[in-house]
C-alpha cells in the first residue's frame, strides 16, 4: 500500500470517518504506531518533554526536528507525516516559515504544523501558494507557554472563546488543511468543527472533532504527566500494539475522548 497522501485524508474527512493521530520520534515506535492503522503521525515539539526530558518545548531545534522526521518516515511505511516547526523558526515572517519548512519537507514530512491563528494567516497562505500544506494549531499553544502563564485550558470566558473562533476561521481562510484544537471546551470544538470545511484534530477537546491526537507515551502511561484529557490505552492492553489499536478503534468509534477527558 503506498504512503497516504492529502486527498486521501480529506476523502477520509469527507467521509465522515474520524482521523486518527499519535505522535512519534522513532522509527520503532512509527513503524509500530504504522501496523496498527494509525493514519496520520506528527513528529511533535513535545519531542521537547518526550525524548529530551525538558519542561517545555521551547529549545527544540529545526535541525532536531529534522533528524526525528527522518527517523519516523524510514519506520512508518503507510502513515500520512506531519512535522511540528519549532518556536523561533516560522514566527518571524513567511519567508522564515518556508525555509523551515523545506527542511522538514525535505526530511520527509508532508505536512508542516505551526501554532497561532490570525497572527500565522499570512504565513499560512503564504506556504499553501507555494505547494506546502499546513496544519494550523490553536487553543493550548504550548510554544507560548509563557505568555498563557503554563499549560492551562483556553477559551472559557466569552472573550477567549471568540478570540479562538477568529483564529480557527483565519486559518481555514488562508488555506490550511488540518487545524489542531487543544485544550477547550468541548462544545467550543464541537461549534469550531461544524463552521469549517476543514478537519479539526482533537488533543483535550471533546468528541466532536474530526480526529483526535495524543502523545503516544502519555496514552501508553509511561510519560511522567497525566492531563485530564489522556486515557491510559495500556490498561487491559497485552502489549503495546494491542494499546495503540485500541486507541485507534477508540477513536473511529467515538468512545475516546469520554466526558472524563474533556472540559
Ligand atoms: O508537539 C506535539 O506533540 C503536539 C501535539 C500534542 C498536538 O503539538
Redesign the pocket.
Known amino acids: 500500500m503506498p504512503r497516504r497522501n492529502l486527498r486521501d485524508i480529506a476523502a477520509l474527512h469527507a467521509s465522515q470517518a474520524k482521523i486518527t493521530m499519535l505522535?512519534a520520534y522513532d522509527s520503532t515506535f512509527a513503524r509500530l504506531l504504522d501496523v496498527a492503522g494509525v493514519e496520520t503521525i506528527?513528529i511533535?515539539?513535545?519531542l521537547g518533554m518526550v525524548i529530551q526530558g525538558r519542561d517545555s518545548?521551547l529549545a527544540v531545534t529545526l535541525e532536531e526536528t529534522a533528524y526525528h522526521v527522518e527517523c519516523v518516515a524510514r519506520g512508518a511505511k503507510r502513515a500520512f507525516i506531519l512535522g511540528?516547526l519549532p518556536f523561533g523558526t516560522y514566527q518571524e515572517s513567511p519567508q522564515q516559515a518556508m525555509r523551515s519548512a523545506v527542511r522538514l519537507i525535505a526530511a520527509g514530512a508532508q505536512m508542516i504544523?505551526i501554532e497561532g491563528g490570525t497572527t500565522m494567516a499570512e504565513s499560512v497562505r503564504f506556504l499553501v501558494e507555494r505547494g506546502v500544506p499546513v496544519c494550523g494549531?490553536v487553543g493550548l499553544v504550548?510554544q507560548s507557554v509563557h505568555a498563557l502563564g503554563g499549560f492551562r485550558v483556553q477559551g472559557r470566558d466569552e472573550a477567549g472563546a471568540k478570540r479562538i473562533m477568529a483564529d480557527v476561521k483565519a486559518l481555514a481562510e488562508a488555506g490550511a488543511s488540518m487545524i489542531?484544537l487543544?485544550a477547550i471546551p468541548a462544545k467550543l470544538a464541537e461549534e469550531l468543527t461544524a463552521s469549517i470545511a476543514v478537519p479539526t484534530i482533537g488533543?483535550g477537546a471533546g468528541p466532536s472533532c474530526s480526529g483526535q491526537?495524543l502523545?503516544t507515551q502519555d496514552m501508553l502511561g509511561i510519560s511522567d504527566r497525566s492531563p485530564k484529557f489522556v486515557r491510559n490505552f495500556m490498561q487491559g492492553a497485552s502489549s503495546i500494539a494491542d494499546a495503540v489499536t485500541a486507541y485507534v478503534a477508540a477513536v473511529k468509534d467515538g468512545s475516546f475522548p469520554a466526558a472524563a477527558h474533556s472540559y
Do not use: A, F, Y
Open positions: 505522535t506528527l511533535g515539539d513535545s518545548t511540528d504544523k494549531h504550548p489542531v487543544e488533543i491526537v502523545v
